[in-house]
C-alpha cells in the first residue's frame, strides 16, 4: 500500500520557520525523487521543491529559493521542508508527493502519489 503522510504545519508568524515532515513507505520512497507542491485557496496546486533520490540535486520555485530547503532521509524514509522566512503568501496546504518522471519535477503531473496535505497559516 502507498502511504504519504504529512505533518508539521501550523500557524507561524511573518518572519517565523516551521519544519514539515512526510513520512513514506518503504516501496513508496526508494528510488524516487521527492517533491513539495503548496495549494491556496481559490488557486492551483503549484510545485515547491523537489530532490532526487541518491544525490544532493535540489530544485526550488523562485518564490521559495533561499528560504525554504528540502532534504531527505533515506534511512527513515522521509523528506524534510524547511521552511525560514515565512510570509503571508506562504498559506497554503502543503503536500508531498513521489515523482515517477525522473528528469521532470516542476509539474504536478511528474507525481503519481500524494499525501494528504498539512495546513500553514502564516499570521500575525
Known amino acids: 500500500q502507498v502511504q504519504l503522510v504529512e505533518s508539521g504545519g501550523g500557524l507561524v508568524q511573518p518572519g517565523g520557520s516551521l519544519r514539515l515532515s512526510c513520512a513514506a513507505n518503504?516501496?513508496?520512497?526508494?528510488?524516487?525523487?521527492m517533491g513539495w507542491f503548496r495549494q491556496a485557496p481559490g488557486k492551483e496546486r503549484e510545485f515547491v521543491a523537489a530532490i532526487i533520490w541518491g544525490g544532493p540535486s535540489t530544485y526550488y520555485a523562485d518564490a521559495v529559493k533561499g528560504r525554504f530547503t528540502i532534504s531527505r532521509d533515506n534511512a527513515k524514509n522521509t523528506v524534510y521542508l524547511q521552511m525560514n522566512s515565512l510570509k503571508p503568501e506562504d498559506t497554503a496546504i502543503y503536500y508531498c508527493a513521489r515523482n515517477w518522471n525522473t528528469g521532470s519535477y516542476y509539474n504536478t503531473r511528474s507525481y503519481d502519489y500524494w499525501g494528504q496535505g498539512t495546513q500553514v497559516t502564516v499570521s500575525s
Open positions: 518503504g516501496r513508496t520512497f526508494s528510488g524516487h525523487a
